[in-house]
């Protein structure tokens, strides 16, 4: 309760901050000295143990330290802990300070510690449908491993912090990017209303849609293939209709069918624009409509260090590319819903912003009139 900056990291069995469960929690208050609290057993047994250490997270007064530490947020939110206190996130500090480079712990250990952690794989094997679980690690290797994470992340605060004061980010940092990421947890947690029985009718009408093409695509090609097959359509374009004279192969040897081949050659064929929009709808149903009820359980991830421009970006689903313009974006974007009468949805937006920029830089009278 007297230390005024706390580094601390939850341990869990998995990467969904919605749907993992924590398994320990390490924390460090001075370099090279962390300690780690191992939390296994059922619900209450766990909410038990964290007691002694709710009064530490939630006290505004102690700074809070974590590397991507909205995951952290959003796993002790589960148990019912609403972590306070002034934010230092050493991934978004290492994000303003250099947006093009890596942002992971293990890169910012090498770079600036000089130090190799140790690698998540030796405690839970590689990546892929094999990987073990953290919940199986032996209590003396997790230890090491818990504890050397929250000691990394207050070394990697003590490099940061006067490097982000020293630099112009220093208000964007403290003034827009730490209060943000209370805010992004929040929406996280919250989610979006989806409107289920929308997408299942918009599903209907695609699926529809998606035969007709079919029936079209084959007529126009005088014989049925796969329409699915980039190296079919290439040959039913290239080899049979022979749409154009010379066509683009790729390194495989087959043609090239990518988008903007296509896109070129919409005059020259019907085919050509048909295949553009069964291609079209079916990604629109394998990313949103069939794939969009499956994800009602976890929430889509707000990540505030992937664009290079500082906005921000979203995965799982990825809610910010519905294409709007198009007949078939507004459909499915009808599927997201206000949460009840009383909530609307609000879009803001910069308008002119690139331009306004010029204005300032340029200093010319005319343009910023």
Request: glycine share 4%; with cysteine.
């Amino acid at each position: 309760e007297t230390a005024h900056t706390i580094a601390f990291d939850t341990e869990t069995d998995g990467l969904d901050p919605i749907t993992a469960n924590i398994i320990g929690i390490s924390f460090a208050i001075k370099e090279n000295e962390a300690y780690y609290v191992p939390l296994t057993g059922n619900k209450s047994e766990v909410k038990e143990r964290l007691l002694p250490f709710q009064s530490v997270l939630q006290n505004e007064t102690i700074e809070k330290v974590g590397q991507n530490i909205k995951y952290d947020i959003l796993i002790l939110a589960q148990e019912g802990i609403e972590v306070k206190g002034k934010l230092f996130d050493t991934m978004i500090a290492h994000y303003l300070l250099n947006p093009e480079l890596r942002h992971n712990m293990d890169y910012l250990a090498a770079t600036y510690l000089n130090y190799q952690p140790i690698p998540i794989e030796s405690l839970i094997g590689p990546k892929g449908k094999n990987q073990g679980s953290m919940r199986d690690v032996p209590i003396d290797k997790i230890t090491e491993y818990g504890a050397e994470d929250a000691d990394i992340t207050l070394k990697l605060k003590n490099k940061f912090q006067p490097l982000v004061e020293q630099s112009s980010m220093n208000k964007l940092f403290k003034k827009i990017e730490m209060p943000l990421v209370a805010v992004l947890a929040d929406m996280e947690r919250t989610g979006i209303k989806l409107d289920t029985e929308a997408l299942r009718q918009s599903s209907e009408t695609l699926t529809a849609e998606l035969d007709v093409l079919e029936k079209e695509i084959i007529e126009l090609a005088g014989e049925t293939f796969n329409i699915n097959s980039t190296k079919q359509v290439g040959e039913i374009l290239f080899d049979k209709l022979k749409i154009v004279d010379k066509a683009k192969k790729t390194k495989t040897g087959s043609y090239s069918t990518s988008e903007e081949v296509l896109t070129k050659l919409k005059s020259k064929h019907p085919i050509v624009e048909k295949i553009l929009d069964y291609r079209g709808i079916k990604k629109l149903l394998s990313t949103y409509v069939d794939a969009l009820p499956l994800l009602i359980n976890p929430h889509t991830s707000f990540n505030q260090t992937v664009t290079a421009t500082g906005r921000l970006s979203s995965t799982n689903p990825n809610i910010q590319n519905i294409p709007i313009r198009d007949e078939m974006g507004r459909e499915i974007r009808k599927a997201f819903v206000p949460d009840s009468d009383e909530c609307v949805f609000l879009s803001a937006d910069y308008s002119q912003i690139e331009l306004r920029i010029m204005a300032h830089l340029s200093g010319d009278t005319h343009m910023i009139e």
